[in-house]
């Protein structure tokens, strides 16, 4: 293959995964910051509100994000003929990341459709009702732990140690 060419496939794909990462931690951190503030208002309109908007954001932001980090992340693995399990930096990155999708896939969405569908209820005069608020601070907990794991990747994708 030419090597301008295959230069060019190799900046195009670190693009689209450089892109990637910044929606996919962008809404992530950015979405926990607007929903915690509209939580402290205890306002049901605002709560209610902000609950529908993580749950869409979710899918269009942070799973077009993963997309983007998936596909291009295998295309430059096989571009460039390197061996996951061989790659030490890579496999720690491999393995954050899918821990962080089991957490979002198998415990945040359910809870935020949860709270979704609790937040349907909520009238303009009443009181959010505390399995709400249950929710939420699993969401919190769990979310804080599938942020963190990501947020490990930026220091293996950037630094790629040896050992």
């Known amino acids: 293959m030419d090597s301008s060419l295959e230069l060019n496939s190799y ?3 670190k693009g689209l995964h450089i ?3 910044v929606l996919f931690l962008g809404n992530i951190i950015v979405t926990a910051w607007w929903k915690v503030m509209a939580d402290r208002t205890r306002h049901p309109g605002i709560v209610a509100f902000a609950q529908r908007q993580v749950t869409l954001t979710d899918f269009i ?3 077009t994000g993963a997309g983007l980090i998936i596909g291009t992340g295998m295309l430059q693995v096989i571009q460039q003929g390197i061996d ?3 790659t030490y930096w890579l ?4 393995g954050l990341f899918i821990a962080s999708g089991i957490i979002w896939a198998a415990v945040l969405v359910p809870l935020q459709w ?3 569908k609790l937040a349907k209820t909520f009238g303009k005069e009443q009181a959010i009702p505390e399995r709400y608020w249950q929710l939420n601070k699993l969401w919190m907990g769990f979310g804080m732990l ?3 794991l990501p947020l490990l ?3 293996w994708m950037v630094f790629k140690p040896l050992a």
């Open 114 to 116: 949860k709270q979704a």
């Open 153 to 155: 990747n930026i220091y």
């Open 91 to 94: 496999s720690w990155g491999y």
């Open 19 to 21: 892109l990637g990462v």
């Open 11 to 13: 900046l195009v794909l």
């Open 146 to 148: 599938a942020t963190v």
């Open 61 to 63: 932001f942070t799973a």
């Open 84 to 86: 996951v399990q061989a």
